[in-house]
């Protein structure tokens, strides 16, 4: 019981985690959009627009990851799907069901 509490609250804090990256990095690109640029970062160029490329590939990757879990949980629903009915059919015409007698 307190495993699977502890469980649960890492659960909860992961996800408000990454709820709150998510948001702020969001409020970062969107606040950020237009900013006068800078030439103080690494080689000349503009940190503001290097976090905010960083900030648009975290985004582009956690979309990638969804659009993968997405497909993979489909299609894991389509095989239980198709399991199930497999069974469903087997279950109904096994020689349990339909009574056969088999001690001639
Ligand atoms: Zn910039």
Request: one cysteine or more.
């Amino acid at each position: 019981m307190q495993k699977s509490l502890g469980r649960r609250l890492l659960a909860l804090l992961l996800c408000v985690a990454f709820l709150a990256v998510s948001a702020f990095s969001a409020g970062f690109i969107v606040s950020h959009a237009e900013h006068i640029h800078d030439t103080h970062g690494v080689a000349g160029s503009c940190m503001t627009c290097a976090h905010i490329v960083a900030a648009g590939q975290v985004f582009r990757q956690i979309a990638t990851l969804a659009a993968i879990v997405a497909v993979l949980l489909g299609g894991l629903f389509l095989l239980l799907f198709c399991v199930h009915f497999t069974c469903a059919y087997a279950r109904f015409t096994s020689p349990v069901y339909l009574k056969v007698r088999m001690n001639n």
